[in-house]
């Protein structure tokens, strides 16, 4: 397809659902070469794509409301995109990209949005709500109505062999050598404490998979996360080297890379381990595993029904039964099954760094 040389594109605002989208990121850069490519997107998410070789210029969003719409909406303009690209399905999406003047504007028409596209598209529905399927769906049917083929799903993070060797370093100074095995425990969820699963339980699976394996652990939290990471290692027997400090979602890259193993609530880090084929047990609770069900060839999905689920709430009302109901026997199990079909050995994840750019 012809015709676009000054695209814009709106990235997904939560960190999982920008590495999912970055198969069609890197997809739109291979179809249309010479275009000028912009991606907008909220500044908490551009270390997931940064180091991308796929984009001209990034615009951060510039705050929320009316005011922060209206000074969006004028910086595109001046760019006079002739194709704009949305991957969240927000109203606030669309009318930006509306009042920004692009000729062409692509998207799901949900959130009472479909007058403010010209090529809304249509998801199927049951009794009045979508279906769910998973979300790197959505975003492949978006590239595909302008012409472009995505034909792996597979997220794409590319980091700098710079930032591998820090990411070293760094674990060195928390008592992780290289060629150690190493296995991470991330369990925070910046979408709400729904998912959260507690801490005695991430320590109980981590002290008996250590163990077990001879390796190191390491908790991954961010820095709003550290009283997560405190509650886990106050309660492990063995030492579980800890990231708030200095870690930020491009350092993440490595770290998740340089895993054997990773035991994660569905949050963030899961899409990154995808990334780089980390064998991952997933641990779901409120949220319907359909949206995420894509490249699952190394990932064990660990969740139990109950009567009020799933909810998709961010803060449960009752005592987080779809979460508490895991218990940690059956997450020691399907990460031994994961260990078993995958042997856990050191990786290089320098090498990885230059396989992840993915020009």
């Not at 909220?42 to 990034?58: I, Q």
């Not at 109980?204 to 390491?218: I, M, Y």
Request: glycine share 8%; charged share 25%.
């Amino acid at each position: 397809m012809a015709g676009f040389e000054r695209i814009f594109v709106r990235l997904p605002n939560w960190v999982g659902d920008v590495a999912m989208a970055t198969p069609v990121l890197r997809a739109l850069r291979r179809t249309y070469p010479k275009a000028r490519i912009a991606w907008g997107l909220r500044p908490s998410v551009e270390g997931v794509v940064r180091g991308a070789p796929w984009a001209d210029v990034l615009y951060l969003e510039r705050g929320k409301g009316v005011l922060g719409i209206s000074e969006t909406a004028r910086a595109l303009r001046a760019e006079r995109f002739d194709l704009a690209l949305l991957l969240p399905h927000s109203f606030q999406s669309a009318l930006v990209a509306r009042l920004s003047g692009a000729r062409v504007r692509v998207g799901f028409a949900r959130e009472g949005r479909g007058w403010l596209l010209t090529q809304p598209l249509r998801a199927p529905r049951q009794g009045g709500r979508w279906l769910p399927r998973p979300t790197p769906h959505f975003y492949r049917e978006i590239g595909n109505a302008v012409g472009v083929d995505v034909p792996s799903l597979k997220p794409v993070l590319p980091f700098e062999a710079a930032v591998a060797e820090e990411v070293a370093r760094m674990l060195g100074a928390a008592g992780v050598r290289r060629g150690e095995i190493l296995l991470g425990f991330a369990p925070g969820a910046s979408f709400g404490a729904s998912k959260h699963w507690n801490a005695a339980s991430f320590a109980a699976v981590a002290d008996e998979l250590l163990r077990r394996h001879g390796a190191k652990g390491v908790i991954l939290t961010a820095p709003s996360e550290r009283a997560i990471g405190d509650a886990i290692a106050s309660r492990a027997r063995m030492r579980l080297a800890r990231v708030e400090d200095w870690i930020d979602l491009h350092r993440l890259k490595p770290l998740a890379a340089r895993l054997s193993l990773l035991v994660t609530t569905d949050a963030g880090p899961r899409h990154f381990a995808a990334a780089f084929d980390v064998p991952i047990v997933a641990l779901l609770g409120p949220n319907r595993p359909e949206w995420t069900n894509e490249t699952l060839e190394r990932t064990e999905v660990v969740r139990v029904e109950v009567p009020c689920g799933p909810c998709h709430l961010k803060r449960c009302p009752l005592d987080r039964w779809c979460m508490e109901a895991i218990r940690p026997a059956d997450v020691i199990e399907a990460a031994e099954d994961l260990l078993r079909r995958f042997p856990p050995e050191p990786r290089d994840v320098v090498a990885l760094a230059v396989d992840q750019r993915g020009e």
